[in-house]
């Protein structure tokens, strides 16, 4: 599901997150996909702070920068959105057409969206058909809407920066995306897929591959960052490395991973809180296995910690596990150990690739 604006052909899928722009461009290979470009860009953190746009110029010129060195000449690009100014919903409406529901479908969004219909764009996908015993059958739709200054924000990266974009999709349906092609989909199962950057942890339930549950949770690797920041009195450049390796000169190790730990915790109880929400909207009450995504997922032990309080086994996530990564142009330890990163861009780029 997606807000597509021009014909798709050859497109590179741009995900610009509040710590680092990946990009990736995949090509079609049989029943499935080869790497032809990767690249990653880390941005200062005071550049995009909670997702929305401080230094657009920077940004830029960062965007600019990383289509040079891996010498990308498509211009036609897909990017996604995620966070406050991002409402998924999934509703329960009677049977109708494709054309009735297009002709309705904006008097219902006004029901479930908590913004004024004129300053958002909207978009849906009929999820499947609901047989109800004690009454007619009903639809299962999902409802998407974007602020509009959300998309024009982020668009207006691209063009600036030389760039068509023709498809804005939404973090959590790019997940799915990506782990349709990469992992094998069992009927009745229930995954999680969690990819958690700077400022955003997405949250999205799959039930045999289709969509179930989304949530955006306002908490990411910037937190460890600024409360490492501000307790130990370092600068930010010493938290940020803190962060990564569990390490300070200097510093008391038990300090910082007490810290560590602390902001773990939290972040694993309000992944919890988020299935317990979904079990009470949702007539499948248990979800079979987590995997993990984005930069913050490399976090000394929140791995572990998620899975000790939610009593499931957390695996990271591989956007690359079915594509081919050859040549000279990529290490294989270096795709390695960035892959949890790439969830998302990857996905922008299969969903571009197919569509093609």
């Excluded at 904006?106 to 609901?130: A, C, T």
């Amino acid at each position: 599901m997606a807000f597509s604006f021009l014909p798709r052909q050859g497109l590179i899928g741009l995900d610009i997150g509040s710590g680092a722009i990946k990009l990736v461009q995949l090509k079609k290979s049989g029943k499935g996909y080869k790497l032809e470009k990767f690249g990653i860009k880390e941005l200062d953190p005071e550049w995009i702070v909670e997702g929305s746009i401080s230094n657009p110029g920077k940004v830029v010129s960062e965007i600019k920068a990383l289509l040079e060195e891996q010498k990308v000449h498509v211009k036609n690009v897909a990017l996604s959105v995620s966070g406050h100014s991002v409402i998924v919903k999934r509703i329960q409406l009677p049977l109708m057409t494709e054309d009735e529901l297009a002709e309705s479908i904006r008097w219902e969004s006004e029901q479930h969206i908590p913004f004024d219909i004129k300053d958002v764009n909207m978009d849906y996908h009929v999820l499947g058909k609901i047989e109800n015993q004690e009454g007619p059958a009903q639809m299962d739709v999902a409802l998407v809407a974007v602020k509009k200054d959300k998309l024009q924000e982020y668009t207006g990266l691209a063009t600036d920066a030389g760039l068509t974009p023709v498809v804005v999709d939404v973090d959590a349906f790019t997940l799915g995306n990506m782990y349709e092609a990469n992992y094998e989909i069992k009927e009745g199962e229930i995954i999680a897929l969690i990819n958690m950057g700077a400022s955003v942890m997405n949250i999205n339930i799959l039930k045999g591959g289709n969509f179930a549950f989304t949530r955006d949770i306002s908490i990411g690797g910037n937190r460890y960052t600024e409360t490492i920041q501000r307790e130990l009195n370092v600068d930010l450049h010493t938290a940020e490395g803190a962060k990564r390796t569990g390490q300070i000169e200097n510093v008391d190790p038990e300090a910082l991973l007490a810290i560590i730990h602390s902001l773990n915790v939290e972040v694993a109880n309000e992944i919890v809180r988020s299935f317990d929400y979904y079990k009470t909207t949702a007539m499948d009450k248990n979800i079979d296995r987590i995997f993990m995504g984005g930069g913050a997922s490399k976090l000394p032990d929140l791995i572990s910690q998620i899975s000790e309080k939610s009593g499931l086994p957390v695996e990271a996530v591989n956007p690359f596990k079915n594509v081919q990564v050859q040549g000279k142009s990529f290490d294989p330890d270096f795709i390695k150990e960035i892959a949890p990163l790439a969830a998302v861009g990857v996905g922008l780029a299969m969903r571009s690739a197919k569509e093609d």
